[in-house]
C-alpha cells in the first residue's frame, strides 16, 4: 500500500509541474519552463515505469487474496500479454501441477464498469486467443476443480492492439479489402489445407473465393456470425469462425494474427454501418 501511495504523490507531482510550467509561460520566461519541461519529462518517465509496477503489484495482491480464499482449493492465473492479438494460458500457482486437458473449464467476458459476466460460449480450453469483442473488459477462466470453482482473471481490461483502429478506419473508405486465407473447417469437418482462398470484406457483403468459384457470398444479417476462433490450439490466434448462413459454416485461418483482427473489425464495422451486429455463437453484448 505504501508502494501505491508514493505513486500517487508522485502523480499529484506531475500535476504541479505541469501548472507551473504553464504559469510561467505565461509570464514570459521561457528558460525555466524548459528546466520544467525537462523535469516533466522525467516524471513521466518515471511514473511510466510505476504504473507498469502498480499493475504486477496488484496482480500479486489478487492471487493472494485468492489463495486465502480459496483455502485448499488450487489456484490458478492467466500467462500471456492481456492485450489484443495475444492469447491467454491458464497456469497453476503455488506449486500446483495439474492437467487441465480433462477439467471442465468456461471463459467469460466482465464489462469494467457493470460487472456483467457475460459468457464466451464454446471457450472452454485452457488456452484463449483474444479477439476484438474482449477489448475494454477483463476475461476470467472459471475452473471446475472437483466440484469447486477456481478463478483466473486479467489484471485489467483487454488492451487494443496499438494503430489496428487507425489502420481500420482506413480500410473502411474502400468498397472491400482482400485477405488470403485457408479453410480449416467446412461444417465441423476438417478441409485439405493446401489451398489458398480469397475472402473479399466489402461494405454491404463479404465473399469467399477459390479461383473463379464462389465458396460464400453473403450479405449482412441477423443470421451471420463471426468471431475469433474459442477452441484453443496454438493457431486459434490467426483463425476466424465465419457462418455465413444457417446451413455453412467456416473456419479460416489468415496469415496473420492482425490480419484476422483486421477483417473481424473491418466486417463488423461494415454490418453496423447495414444496422447488424456481426457478433459470435451466444454472445449478447455488443462491443
Known sequence: MQYLF?????MEELKKEVREARRIKMLHQPSKAMDLENEIRILRNTFAEKSKDCVSLLKELETHKRLKEN???????LEGLQCLGSMLRIVGLSGTHMDLSN???????????ESNKEIISGATRPVYALEPHDVGRYLQAEIDVGGE???????????PDAGLVDYVETLVRKPETEFNVVVLQSNGVDQPKESVHVLNVGRLRMRLTKGKSVVAKEFYSSSMQLCGVRGGGEAASQAMFWRPRNDLSLVLAFESTRERNTAIMLARRFAVDCNIILAGPGDKTPW
Open 6 to 10: 508514493d505513486v500517487w504523490k508522485d
Open 71 to 77: 483455502g485448499t482449493i488450487p489456484s490458478f492465473d
Open 103 to 113: 477439467i471442465s473449464i468456461q471463459w467469460f467476458r466482465i464489462h469494467p464498469k
Open 149 to 159: 470453482i477456481a478463478v483466473a482473471k486479467t489484471a485489467g481490461p483487454v488492451d
